[in-house]
């Protein structure tokens, strides 16, 4: 396979919301920036994400097709059983990375962030083999996401803190949104608008962090912002703007991590989930994010 192909099927220009997820994750979580465990848990879930992204094609080669002849598999570039078999790959070598991250570092959290990689890989392949003509596929989405922060938290304590659960579900709200606005991306037009309305979960949620922690409302406007203008791109509805509002809604999923980073004073990490936003829009810009 071509490096060239192998990046566009993993849609890599999105790499960087899956690190601030990671670095949410852990902070909330407890970990120190100086963290040995962040590294490997970057690298790992990355993994699960490009895996995904492969397993998502693979799935998708009939439908794709028909719809979206351009894509790696159809246009003959690369075989479907390849992507396949490429994509479980990458999740069993990240599975590998979080046995490692669990019995190799003090404390030990042993099994723990194994059981989320195992529930994340679970929910990717069966999102990417039921999520045509499936309404539930966007909470599904989300799951994937939220099991991101969960595996990245189980790597540094044994028990889960509450504001790691109450982030994850703030991101599964976003993750809604963005995913139903996705799932129309071939049509050129939304079907429906209320779905989007989830959006609002994480601004609702900024703007009581904010009111603890001032330092909130910076990441909180520009996600607001952002979403904003991801909207607009959605009401107005010329060709292209589908596509183009979900993958700034994809990159908008940083700012979400800048702003829960910064509602816990981690300010640092926070400014890294910020950066984060601005490569995933420099890097789309080269390899498309859809």
Known sequence: MKLAVALKLGRVSNLPTVWSNVLTGTALAGAATADCRLLLLVVSLSLFYVGGMFLNDAFDHGFDAKAR???????????????????FGLMALALALLAWVGYG????????????????????VFYNWHHKDNPLSPLIMGACRMLVYL??????????????????????????????AAKNEHLGRLENIWPLAFLAVPVIYGISLAAAQPVVLVPLLLLAAWACYALWLLRRRKPGDVPRA?????AG????????LAGAGHLLFAWLAAAAFVIT???QRWISGT
Do not use: F, K, N
């Open 69 to 87: 002849p351009q894509r790696p598999i159809p246009s003959g570039q690369v075989s479907a059983m390849q992507v396949h078999a490429s994509g």
């Open 105 to 124: 570092y003090e404390p030990l959290t042993q099994w723990r962030p194994i059981a989320g990689g195992l529930a994340l890989a679970a929910a990717i």
């Open 151 to 180: 595996t990245a938290a189980w790597a540094v304590p044994a028990v889960i803190p509450p504001q790691v659960i109450v982030a994850a579900v703030v991101l599964l709200c976003y993750l809604i949104g963005l995913t139903y």
């Open 246 to 250: 979900v993958v700034s809604l994809i």
């Open 253 to 260: 999923i940083s700012l979400l991590d800048a702003m829960l």
């Open 281 to 283: 829009l420099a890097l």
